[in-house]
């Protein structure tokens, strides 16, 4: 099949509601997001660790976590098991059920930067943790020194029977049994914040950052024209037979449809 040459944007079919403060939300951003099994999302704030069950938002604070010394959570990671990891400024690494305590991990290595920035379960049961720009494994009881990679400049991405990707200057990179290795990806701007990658269905690598959208084809890097950086989202629902791929930019959330019959509207420029 010919890969498509032109990419069609869609925002007319997307609703919007809004949860806030008043809503109960936390005051500061949200820094990170996922969904557990049963549905309920799971929000990382500098005000304590939310779940939203789709109709009220409960924080849990140190008064529920004794480990959130000053309730501030940098990351989370919902595991299939139906657990919940969750990271902190102050390195540390913590698991619920059913929004209790279960347990902690021991201290990690140590480095200027003890921020959690990202935590998720390989399919072999250790944990990949972002901390200080670095990738770190756990497994098997203790913490493991396999991991040599670029310092990370991205979210980790995981999905069902994909290795993790991850973004550094020189590319994006995947996390297989066998160590790091680099994929066929649009350039990387080492300055950019908040970058983010994909890879979809057919092997094409996607990489939101500051300087916008691009998509690495067998026919080489195209831009997307019409969605700008820097990108909080760029994900897409596995059960979308279209398989659409979904950017969250600034206040905007964008839809873009893959398909010979979606590149009538937006041209990749640059």
């Known amino acids: 099949m010919a890969e498509p040459n032109r990419i069609d944007l869609h925002v007319s079919d ?26 309920h999302v799971w929000l990382a704030t500098f005000g304590g660790l939310v779940r939203f069950d789709g109709r009220r938002l409960e924080t849990l604070t140190v008064h529920r976590i004794p480990v959130l010394v000053d309730n501030s959570v940098t990351a989370v990671y919902a595991d299939p098991d139906g657990s919940v990891c969750f990271g902190t400024p102050r390195g540390t690494i913590g698991r619920l059920r059913d929004g209790k305590l279960v347990d902690t991990l021991p201290a990690g290595p140590t480095g200027a930067d003890r921020t959690i920035a990202d935590v998720v379960r ?6 990949i943790v972002s901390v200080g720009g670095k990738l770190q494994r756990y497994g098997a009881g203790g913490w493991i020194d396999d991991v040599n990679s670029p310092r990370v400049l991205s979210l980790l991405t995981t999905a069902r029977d994909r290795p993790l990707l991850f973004a550094t200057a020189s590319g994006v ?33 996607w990489v939101g950052q500051r300087s916008g959208l691009s998509v690495q084809t067998s026919a080489g890097t195209q831009r997307i024209a019409g969605v700008p950086g820097p990108m909080r989202v760029l994900a897409a629902n596995p059960a979308d037979s279209a398989e659409g791929i979904w950017v969250g930019s600034g206040n905007d959330l964008y839809r873009i449809r893959l398909g010979p019959q979606a590149f009538n509207d937006v041209p990749p420029c640059g």
């Open 173 to 205: 990179q995947q996390f297989t049994p066998h160590g790091v290795a680099a994929l066929s990806s649009p350039p990387i701007d080492s300055t950019s914040m908040n970058i983010r990658v994909y890879r979809d269905r057919r092997g094409r690598v």
């Open 14 to 39: 997307v609703a919007v509601r809004q949860w806030g403060i008043e809503e109960g939300l936390p005051q500061g951003p949200v820094s990170r997001s996922t969904v557990d099994r049963n549905g």
């Open 122 to 127: 390989r399919t072999d049961g250790s944990l």
